[in-house]
């Protein structure tokens, strides 16, 4: 069998390799990020955010009021300096903290997902980002005319992408700092 023929068709190994292309989180502890997993950043910050909340809204006061931790509760102090009693309903501390996190989760998300959307306009147009095109001679298949070996592509079934030089990307030119003439 011809390598990297997949169903036959030219391309079909291109799309292949796009699917499982990811790229490293700046988030500790998630999953590199691709276009398969940005679903699962998604939930991780609703579900991130949800927890906050459920912390910042029912948890930090039952803990603060009911089991007395934390020292005096917020209504105590603020009627100790004789201030209007609306503004205990929120503990400021508790909402700074639940604010801040969720605003530091949101820029997290959106940097995530501007760099992989960056990294996916930055593909070949030609070859998908794989480096590689269907060969032209065997039409990808790695077998010529009565099943002999493809002479161009050596029965790979793919050929050196000529716009791109195998990297991949855009705009490879002899200033790209990929390409090394010297090596």
Known sequence: ??????????????????EVERYSSAIPFLPPIGM????YYYWVYVFGVAGLVLFGGLIAPALEVRLGLGGVSYLEFIES???????ALVDPIVASFVGGAVG????????????LKVRENEKCFYCEGTGYLACGQCGGTGTIE??????????????????????????????D??????V
């Open 1 to 18: 069998g011809a390598v990297g023929a997949g169903s036959g068709a030219p391309g079909s190994l291109a799309s292949e390799q796009r």
């Open 36 to 39: 398969d997993t940005v679903k």
């Open 81 to 87: 300096i004789h201030l209007p009693r609306q503004l």
């Open 104 to 115: 530091v989760l949101s820029a997290l998300l959106v940097v995530e997902v501007n760099n």
């Open 146 to 175: 009565g099943g002999q070996p493809c002479p161009t592509c050596s029965q790979s079934g793919k050929v050196m992408c000529t716009t791109c030089l195998c990297t991949g990307r855009l705009l490879a030119t002899e200033h």
């Open 177 to 182: 700092p990929r390409i090394d003439p010297f």
